[in-house]
């Protein structure tokens, strides 16, 4: 009876678990380059019961095994392509295809994110809103007609009106990005798991292209998070009555035993 009131318990808790993914990914749905998380189910460890009277078949085996709930054993996270969005401004870019950019600390420490939306500082830098640098190459003081090709190399106009070649930004591609650690406004480290990066050129054979004045939107299909959405409250219930019926059968026990 105890283990019954047990493995409702661990399934109502890896429900909630499931359902606060799912309202994260909701949450997100117009989170420029956000990547839709699923949470993977695991039974707790089994344990080997042996009881007189049992089994009652003669030629059962003499042992059996009893399961001890459910647990979140993983929350994987999806890299397929979201919605390319035509936002018209300069600065914003989209990877239609692999690969992540690379951000620069202050620190010099490396970061990656599918978030394409940049801006320039005071120092004619192209960074992100947290600050990290894409490019460490400055744009011209008065510069205009800036253009950010396929193949990611970056060029400008400067005052006088003559064309300059700033620099070229590289994308990374990862042997397993699902695996990338992820440390919050839209970007990621590198970790054991993921391997290392591969450095590679956008446009290349006409893949992992950057594409200037978009921006890459979520992966998110909000019919498909509402369907889990309930699915994982039906299952809460099911563990809840479960859990309510073992109460109740420990009470008529209880009850018996006076």
Sequence with gaps: MIKALHNGMTGMAAQMQQMDVIGNNIANIDTNGYKRQTASFDELLRQQVTAQGMPVVPDAATESNQGGGAKISSTNRSFTQGNLINTGRDLDLAIDGDGFFNLTSADGEIFYTRDGSFKLDSDGLIKNSEGYVLLDNELPEGFTDLVIDESGLVSCKDGEGNTQEIGQIELAVFPRPELLEAIGNNMFKQSDSSGEPETVTPGDDNQNRILQ?????????????????????????????????ADQLWSITNNLQK
Aim: charged content about 20%.
């Design 213 to 245: 004045n978009y921006l890459e939107g979520s992966n998110i299909d909000l019919v498909q998070e509402v369907q889990s959405l309930i699915e994982g409250q039906r299952s809460f219930q099911l563990n809840a009555k479960s859990v309510n019926t």
